[in-house]
Each structure stands twice: as structure tokens, then as C-alpha cells.
């Protein structure tokens, strides 16, 4: 075979494949899944699509606590005579092989009976027999094919979800109703007088009235709840004249068949509310697998180890956790709670709390963060603080978490409908007057009219479509938003502020430097030597680096855990690794993540890992600055300043040392005078990206783990944020021209309306005819936009 | 012409019939995921292998996966 690519997982096998069946892989873990799926008869996998395989993780002990009946009862959905359902989310999901396997599960073990894959909200809803099988049995074996069930603090007790289908509903009954009715009021649009006719108009009619019924009252029942919301509030919102306009149709209608006056206007009622439904259709459209109210409960674990009086372990639920109580955390577990180290050697990754990606070491005795991970060994630690109360948690008490930007937002359609309602009141009013001058029976016919054929139909509907359609182009490209609101906000921006560790740099690679005494050839390539026998995700990152490619022969290796790393060759001895490990003393608190290297006990120097900054960023600073104030808040030190200045214009605001408390103020303040747009990307920023007016999570793995935000936003498309920004803005102005064009045909509507000529056909024709022209109009005119993207 | 009774009273019985059938449909969660039929429908039902072999080797694997995992 050519390809030299795993089987498996697509994967490059670099230099050790293993080969089995004839068929090549990555790793063991690979070749696992290849020979569980072909012994299984599950090799179909691999016909569907090729190489779409996920590597398995190794888990060890991590799902322990699935042996509490406790735990398991509140994650399962459905647990009754021997039968339990779950609904698991899967990451991992990506492609039709996926589906396939995961609803053949039931062919790896027989306890398994039903399994259905969702596949946009990435989650398998599995049933399975209790006997001789477990949630921790069914955990595992995914796991095990590559499939690792996200399980967080989040899925428990959440249970009893409901999903809210409503809308659905009533766009099926306007939509019945509306197609009855067009059949039904046809044959008197023509006004011939013709004796069958004359015989069955009041058949159709009332049957049409029945028909618009639950249109009405059901349909249409949101615009009246937010109209009334609206004027207890002294707000006159768009679904005022909406609902107004419903109502009266309904109203002369019915007065109309009553007193046999017409045929009634139920088809134009019908098929208004049809429209309108459609359009909150269109808008609702979210991005079921991204969450974007996800807070530290997402990313904690469910439970953990506690150890007892005699260091026997017991799974308990976080919590349960006391101060005072002994916790094992083990290998890539995530501390849930602040603490004190008490043994083993601490290696923390705190890149989902402040963005930093280097891990910190820390001693016995040493303070210990939640939301840190662990990444070597087993350490045993005392519990300073519970849950609730850790540092990081405790920021979810402050009230910017429960404060729903969108409805303090008043849109562009809101505004509008002020003064709509206000020119059609007057104008009804107006012209009632003067046939109440000149024709009095004609005046309730005049002021109906006005408020039917003002109905702004069109002028709801223009914003619906354009920014969804505008929210599908960004989702295309890689911007996902929560709702349209955002667009709207994110139009009114004149101030952005970014976070920097992990927003405008990456963690995916460094920019290394080397300060101290020149190291020899033969000392460079013992260097390389030694840093390859590690796997500390530093030494693999200056191993990547290093040129030399001379590997030498090693005589001893010694790695210490969170220490350093010692080699020998040729009687020389070689110590890479922290300034005390090395023997080097600390002259200033050192402001970045840097490796020492001693050669025979004499230190040579050190290696400073800088951060990588982004592709793009100086131009899209460059970019933003022409209409946007910037600014930089980072938790970290100030060893960035001089660079962070180089790129940015000389007004920007640039704070270092920034406590997840401090962004959330920084921001607040400058809300006094600007709307800000807050970019960040972990826990630390929440506060920031809740308080802002608009909040976009950057995100190298949009699947994996963002803060609760407005927007999420996949890190290669971050270049792109001044155009998404320039696009809200066109979006913006493409609603006020539609909102012009419907004014027109309003326009011609009230000439009928005014002058008592508005046949119930005329109403019929005009009405769709304005929306569907400014539908149309919107998504040409968004489409075209959506071009520049690409 | 009274014919015309029958006819509405069966045109709309079977507007209600589709219009009861999109409910239930509704309500059965078939409009929950829109995306994942379309492809589920696409799959064959084969099996490669034959039953007897299928079990015997399983349960061993199954039992190899969780020596591994524990």
C-alpha cells in the first residue's frame, strides 16, 4: 500500500506503524478499534468512509464513579425494570460512518438493544439491559472504539428537559388554515353574480371563520403577549400594530359575515400569520451541538475520590465535598475545588481558567486552584473551600450571569415599530374624521381598513430574514451566534477588547529564544538527545525546535517528575529543566515559561518560550482600528507590553494582571460611553464576555469547551472578525432599505384604505405580495453580502 | 349542486387527516433532527461475518476491553 496513513484514524504514522491485517496504524490504541470492528462485523465502518476513525484515549480509573447507584440514577433518563436509557453527548461525532457504528452498538453487546444517534446535537441515546451490563460497562466500551462520552457536572440533574416544539405547531395550523381559506374565498374574489354561488357564499364563509379560529387565538397568540408585555411596559414594540392589525382583521371579518357586508379578509388574516410564523421559523435557527450558556459546570467533573480516616477511597458527588475532606486527583483529572497539595508532585494546566497553556509546578504545601489539571501522577490534596465558594466558581454569583442582554436591547424593528404604530393610529384617526364629515358609513369601513392594510407584515419579517440568512453565512464561516440579536449588537460595536493568552496567541506553537552562553555542537545535540526520551509537552516543543540532527547514544536518563531531566553521556552530565532543579536561583520573578540547561553542574543558559501570536492579527488590529477603539486585558504578567504595543494603535488600552473580577469591571466602566465587544476564550473571561454587549468565545475546537458567550468563534477564522463586523453593520442597512420598500407598498395599501375602496381581494393580493417582494429582496441583497467571505 | 356538501365535508376530512398526521409527527420528535435520517437511510443491513463467530469472539473482546480500561 502507498499510503503510509493509519487505517484507522487517517492519522500519519510517522516513524513506528503497526501493521496488522495488512492494513497500517497510528498506535495500538487504532489497531483496537480495527480488530474489535472487523471481528464484530462492524469493517462496513471503514466502506462508508475512509479513515473517519477517532483514536481512543487511555481512561483508566476516570468513570469510577459510575459504580454509584447515586450518580448513575441521576444521569440516566429512564431506569425501570431492568432497562436504562441515557443520552450521552459524543464530541466526537463527525461523519455518516459515525452514525452507522454508533447505532450498530447493539452488535458489540448484546445488552444493548437500542441505540440513536442525533447526529447535529452530537448525541447517542442509548437503551440497554441492566443484566450483566452497566452505564460504566456502556462508558467504557465507547470509549474504547474512540468514542468518549463527554460527561460533566452539567448532565446531572438536568434531566426532564423538554424540548419546546410550540412553534412548530403553530406554523402547522396557520399554514393549514391559511391554504383552506385561500380555497375557500376563490370563488368570490371575481364578485360574479351567479345563482350557486349566491346559494353557498355563507357555507364558505363561516367555515372560513371556524378555520381562522385557532389562527387567531393560537397562532398568533405571541404577538399578542408581547404586545400587551410591550404596553405594560409603556413600550410600543412592533407586535403592537401586529397584533392590532390581527385583531381587527378578525374583528371586521367576522362583523362582515355577520351582517353579510363581504366575504371578510380571512385569507389575508390566514395567510399574514402564516408569514409571520414562518419568519420566527426562520430566525429560530440554532447550532444544537455548541452551547453557548455553558458555565463551569460544563467543564467540571461529576464526582471525585475522596480518601478516608484509613486511606480508603470512595467516589463521591462534588458537591458533597467538604472542607477539611483528602480528594485523589489522578492523572488528567480537573481539580474541582481550591486546595492545598499535600502529596505527590503538582503539574497543573490551567489553560481553561486563564488561557495559559504552560503548566505550572507546584510543591507540597502549595495552593491549588479548581478548574486546574492535573497532568502527571497521582496527588493527594486537603479541600480548603467547597465548590461554590473556590475562587473561580465564585464568580457565577455575581449578577451580570443572570442578565439576558437580548431583552434589554431594544432592535431596529422595535424602534421602527414606535413610530409605525404612532403614523397609523394618526393616520386611521385622521381619515375617519373626514368621512365622518363627508360619508358616516363609511367610517368604520375607512378606520378597519387602515389598520388592516397597515399591518407591517413586511417591516416583521425584513429582519427575520436578513439576519438569518446573515447567521447562516457566518455559521458557514466558521462564526457561530447565538441568535440574531447579536448581529444587531454587534453592528452597534465602536469598542473591542481582547484577552491574549489563548486569544490572540496560540498554544499550538511558541516562539522559543535562547539566552546565555552558546551551546557547542556536541552540547546541542546531547540536548536534543536527552529532550527526546521525555514526553513533557515542553521538551516536545523544544525538541520540535532544535535543529541538530545528530542523535547520540545516552549512557543514563532520569526523568524527575515536575523537576527536570538528567542525561550522561561520555562522562558529561546534562540537566534540563526549572532554574532550581538546574541550580540556577531565581534573580526576578521570571515573566515567561523558560527551561534552563546546565552542562557538568555549570548552568548555561535558558530557553524563553514567548507566545505565537496568531496569523493575521497585526492586519486585523490594523483593520478594526479605522472604526473600533481597542484594547488588551490579560491575566498575565506584562512580558508581552512592548510587542502588544508594536501592533496596536498608540490609544489603545492595554492592562496586565487581570483577575477575572478586574475584566468584568475594566468592562463595565467602558460601557459608560461605548458598546463593547468582548473577545476572550476561558473561564477567566465569563465575567468580561457576560457583561459586554456583545461576547465572542475564539475557540481552537469549537466542540471541546468555550465560556457562556454571545458567539462563538473558531480561532482560524479570527482575521476575519473585522469583516463579520463590517457585514452586521450592511446587514443593518439592508433591513432599513426593505423597511423603505414596504412603506411603499403601505403606501399604496392606505390609498384603497383611505379612500373606502379595500376590497378584501386587494388586501389578499397586496399583502403577500409585500412580503414575499421584501423576503426575496432581503436574501438577495444578504447572499450577494455573504460573497465577500469568501 | 347539493352534491357540493358532501364534497367540502371530504376535503376538509382530508386536509384534517395530513394536518393530524403532522401533529402526531411533531409530537413523536420526528422533526427534532432533520439531519440524521437523511443519512441513517442511506446504510445497508449487511452483516460480514456469521453469527456463531461473531458471539464467542465478542464476549472475549468485550472482557479484553475492560482488563484494559480497569
Redesign the interface.
Known sequence: MLDDTCYHCGDSCESNPVHFDEKIFCCHGCK?VY??F???????FYE?EAKAGSTPNP???KYDFLDNPEIVSQLVEFDEEGVQVINLSIPNIHC?SC??LL?NLN????AISISQ?????KTIRVTYKKDGFSLK?LV??L??IGYEPYLSLEDYAKKGKK?D?SL??KL?VAG?AF??VMLLSFPEYFEVEEF?LE??KV?FRW?MFAFSIPVVFYAAQDYFKSAIKGLRSKMLNIDVPIALGVLVLFLRSSVDIIWDLGSGFFDSLTGLVFFLVLGKFFQQKTYAFLSFERDYKSYFPIAVTRLGAENEEENIQIYKIRKGDRLLIRNQEILPVDCVLIKGTAEIDYSFVTGESKPVIKEKGERLFAGGKQLSGVLEVEVQKSVSQSYLTQLWGNSVFSKDKASNFQTLTDGIGRRFTLAVLSIAVLSSVYWLVFEPSLVMNVFTAVLIIACPCAIALAAPFTLGNMLRIFGKHKLYLKNTNVIERLAKIDSAIFDKTGTITTAQQDAVLYEGVELTDAEKNMLKTTLRASSHPLSRSLYSILKSNDIVTLDEFQEYEGKGLEARVNERTMKVGSASYVGQEQKSKALNTSVYVSTDEEVKGRFVFKNHYREGVDEMFKELQQSIELGILSGDNDGEKLRLQKILPVNAKIAFNQKPEDKLKFIKDLQQSHKVLMVGDGLNDAGALAQSDVGIAVSENINVFSPACDGILDAEALDRLPLFIELSRKSIRIIKISFLLSLCYNLVGLYFAVTGQLQPVIAAILMPLSSISVVAFTTLCVNLLGRKLK | ?SV??VL?AIS?CV?LVF?IA??RS??A?Q??????PS??M???D????TEGT??T??SE??NQ??D???
Open positions: 483496537t480488530e474489535i472487523s471481528d464484530n462485523g462492524l469493517s462496513y462508508l481512561i483508566q480509573k455518516s452514525i452507522w447505532e452488535k458489540l453487546h448484546g444517534v442525533n447526529f447535529p446535537e460497562a467504557l466500551l470509549s474504547s424540548v416544539r412548530l405547531y402547522g393549514f391554504g383552506n350557486w346559494q353557498y357555507v367555515l | 349542486m357540493i356538501y367540502l376538509i386536509a394536518f403532522f401533529i411533531v409530537k420528535g422533526y427534532d433532527d432533520s439531519y440524521t443519512v441513517r442511506l446504510f445497508e449487511e452483516l460480514v461475518s461473531v458471539t469472539k465478542k473482546k468485550i476491553i475492560q484494559t480500561n480497569q
